[in-house]
């Protein structure tokens, strides 16, 4: 069992940076493949970042790479996601969620613990 905590959401202007963090209960938090995904009004949740358990791999969606940057600490049991470069559409409720998958899974179907999350908006 793994108990998800996002923080770090707010209101930002477009442009501007903000960094997610995701903390994780239970002495397990390293042997999974962890996840961002976020859902807009009237959307469907979506993919935006995965990492490896080891941290080693990464993988994007198209419409975030280059500007986000997702990251872990298996130490402090707390997986980053940094946004730079944000943009309106990036507003949506943003999801960490972890999966026992050794390759980093886009589908929100494969993974089995989500946090609550966090809400994210960017103003134009």
């Known amino acids: 069992q793994v108990q998800l905590v996002e923080s770090g959401g707010g209101l930002v202007q477009a442009g501007g940076s903000l960094r997610l963090s995701c903390a994780a209960s239970?002495?397990?938090?390293?042997?999974?493949?962890m996840g961002w995904f976020r859902q807009a009004p009237g959307k469907e949740r979506e993919f935006v970042a995965g990492?490896?358990?080891?941290?080693?791999?990464?993988h994007y969606a198209d419409s975030v790479k280059g500007r986000f940057g997702i990251s872990r600490d298996n130490a402090k049991n707390t997986v980053y996601l940094r946004m730079n470069s944000l943009k309106p559409v990036d507003t949506a409720v943003y999801y960490c969620?972890?999966?026992?998958?050794?390759?980093?899974?886009?589908?929100?179907?494969?993974?089995?613990?989500w946090g609550q999350g966090t809400q994210v908006t960017v103003s134009s």
């Open positions: 990492i490896s358990w080891s941290g080693g791999v990464t």
């Open positions: 969620a972890a999966t026992r998958a050794i390759a980093i899974p886009t589908d929100r179907r494969v993974y089995d613990y």
């Open positions: 239970g002495r397990t938090f390293s042997s999974y493949t």
